[in-house]
């Protein structure tokens, strides 16, 4: 079992930037592609970032070049910065683990753990 921790939300002018944090415990971390998904109100969780054990990263067209996410095996740690924020960028982010390589990082449905969210809101 794996359990996962979010931090780092808050609320942030447009332009700013934020680094989120995810702690996880439980398991080998090494082992386990991570991801990030959002949901915000009425809407359904969409995918943002994933990095998988060999450090494959894959993100979403929507935050490119403008978001990254980071793995430190060492400490269990993954990690968001998020620079250049928008206001559709408000949202609960929440950080998933992937144990089995099941199929796309980009799905919800593969991800074994999740964490409880932390809320980001963008103003304008």
């Known amino acids: 079992q794996v359990q996962l921790v979010e931090s780092g939300g808050g609320l942030v002018q447009a332009g700013g930037s934020l680094r989120l944090s995810c702690a996880a415990s439980?398991?080998?971390?090494?082992?386990?592609?991570m991801g990030w998904f959002r949901q915000a109100p009425g809407k359904e969780r969409d995918f943002v970032a994933a990095?998988?054990?060999?450090?494959?990263?894959y993100y979403a067209d929507s935050v490119k070049g403008r978001f990254t996410i980071s793995r430190d095996n060492a400490k269990n740690m993954v990690y968001l910065q998020m620079n250049s924020l928008k206001p559709e960028d408000t949202a609960v982010y929440y950080c998933?683990?992937?144990?089995?390589?099941?199929?796309?990082?980009?799905?919800?449905?593969?991800?074994?753990?999740w964490g409880q969210g932390t809320q980001v809101t963008v103003s304008s």
């Open positions: 439980g398991g080998t971390f090494s082992r386990y592609h």
């Open positions: 998933a683990a992937e144990a089995d390589g099941r199929g796309s990082l980009r799905r919800t449905d593969v991800y074994d753990y």
């Open positions: 990095i998988n054990w060999s450090v494959g990263i």
